[in-house]
């Protein structure tokens, strides 16, 4: 997909995030096919040791919702979401994956059920306010000021309506420090652009008080470290991550994701 997107309406930041986003979705723009093992775990969510199962269990059936799929990449959630009978709106402020995203929507025969737009996170101001049943997002909120996300999640869900986000988390300094070390000295490990900043438990937890539930599930212990291991060993650790913060939930701080989920 030849790149003729245009920066110059976004400030130094958001500018380098989309230059990175565009660069990282690029190359799959022709990979437009539904994965069905994927697929699978949003249609029947089995196994609660992978937190995006875990996460559609949350959220319960999505047949007949509205849904504002909350910086959606390339789009593939807002295609699952689809198919299970979801109305998605989806945004992004990569030009690149919100094409690939109204394309996949298409490919895969539910594009009348997606929208996806080029938007900075700031733009939800213009839609009304409870114009969501559900908010979803995939590693967004430490792009994002976390008390405008917040307000406004609170804003467009209706009554009762549910916030899932799936995010990074880095409250340990050691960890993140030693994590640091790691990509710098190797191309296993998932770069990523100098302003992120990965998610804290305590800067989430003040704003439970705005909402009916706000409740934290950690993930991704030994899966943290998952590059160095081979596909197949990688649900086992997720596994022994799961049984393990189960059984221990001080080791919470030194989890390397979340699942963040909001009732309004």
Same mark, same amino acid.
């Given at each position: 997909m ?7 309406? #976004? ?9 990175f ?21 949003? $249609? ?9 199962q !875990?996460? @559609? ?5 999505? $047949?007949?919702?509205?849904? #504002? ?21 989806? !945004? ?17 025969? &539910?594009?009348?059920? &997606? ?22 997002? #995939?590693?967004?909120?430490?792009? @994002? ?16 309506? %549910? %916030? ?12 993140? =420090? ?6 710098e =000295? ?15 438990? %305590? $800067? ?9 539930? #706000? ?7 030994l ?9 197949? &060993?990688?649900?086992?650790?997720r ?8 059984r ?5 701080? !030194?989890a390397? %994701?979340?699942?963040?989920?909001? &009732?309004?």
């Amino acid at each position: 997909m030849e790149n003729q997107t245009s920066y110059a309406h #976004l400030d130094d930041h958001l500018r380098d995030e989309a230059k990175f986003a565009d660069s990282e979705y690029a190359p799959w723009a022709g990979d437009l096919a539904v994965q069905e093992q994927m697929f699978r775990k949003y $249609s029947a969510p089995s196994d609660m040791w992978d937190w995006r199962q !875990f996460a @559609v269990r949350l959220l319960g059936d999505v $047949s007949g919702k509205r849904m #504002l799929d909350y910086g959606c990449g390339k789009g593939e959630e807002a295609t699952y979401f689809a198919k299970l009978g979801a109305k998605v709106t989806a !945004f992004d402020i990569s030009e690149i994956g919100v094409r690939i995203a109204n394309e996949r929507a298409k490919f895969n025969g &539910v594009g009348d059920r &997606v929208d996806a737009r080029i938007m900075r996170a700031e733009d939800t101001v213009q839609f009304p306010d409870q114009s969501f049943d559900i908010v979803h997002g #995939l590693g967004i909120l430490h792009h @994002v000021d976390l008390d405008f996300a917040m307000k406004e999640v609170k804003r467009l869900l209706v009554p009762g309506g %549910a %916030a899932i986000f799936l995010e990074p988390m880095g409250n340990s300094p050691t960890v993140e =420090r030693i994590k640091e070390w790691l990509m710098e =000295r190797s191309s296993t490990f998932t770069h990523v652009t100098e302003h992120e900043e990965n998610l804290k438990l %305590a $800067s989430v937890r003040p704003y439970a008080s705005q909402f009916a539930k #706000l409740d934290l599930y950690p993930y991704h212990l030994l899966y943290r470290a998952k590059k160095l291991f081979p596909m197949p &060993v990688r649900d086992a650790l997720r596994r022994i991550d799961k049984n393990i913060l189960d059984r221990v939930p001080q080791l919470e701080w !030194f989890a390397g %994701a979340v699942v963040v989920h909001i &009732v309004r």
